[in-house]
Nanobody, 125 residues
């Protein structure tokens, strides 16, 4: 079992920045790849960014590429999502997810084995 806990969400103005953190506990020795998803009201949960165990490969959705940066610190069992130039359309609940099976991040929610409870990000115009 792996427990994921997100933090760092909040309310920011358009153009502002936030850094989300996701800390894993429990059995983290499977070297899972990590990803961030988000879900706005009425929408499907969608992929935001993913990162491999070593951090050498990252993947981003087109809507956030160039504005968001995913990184991880394995010594702290933590993955980060630095969000810059935030837009109102970024408003959503952001979820951290872990995938023990795949070697590169996928964009399918079904591929991920563990999920955090989510943290709300609200961007005002």
């Amino acid at each position: 079992q792996v427990q994921l806990v997100e933090s760092g969400g909040g309310l920011v103005q358009s153009g502002g920045s936030l850094r989300l953190s996701c800390t894993a506990s429990g059995n983290t020795f499977s070297r899972p790849l990590m990803a961030w998803f988000r879900q706005a009201p009425g929408n499907e949960r969608s992929f935001v960014a993913g990162i491999t165990w070593c951090g050498a490969f990252t993947s981003y959705s087109d809507s956030v590429k160039g504005r968001f940066t995913i990184s991880r610190d394995n010594s702290k069992n933590t993955v980060y999502l630095q969000m810059d130039s935030l837009k109102p359309e970024d408003t959503a609940v952001y979820y951290c997810a872990a995938d023990r099976t795949n070697s590169i991040p996928t964009r399918q929610t079904s591929a991920y084995d563990y999920w955090g409870q989510g943290t709300q990000v609200t961007v005002s115009s």
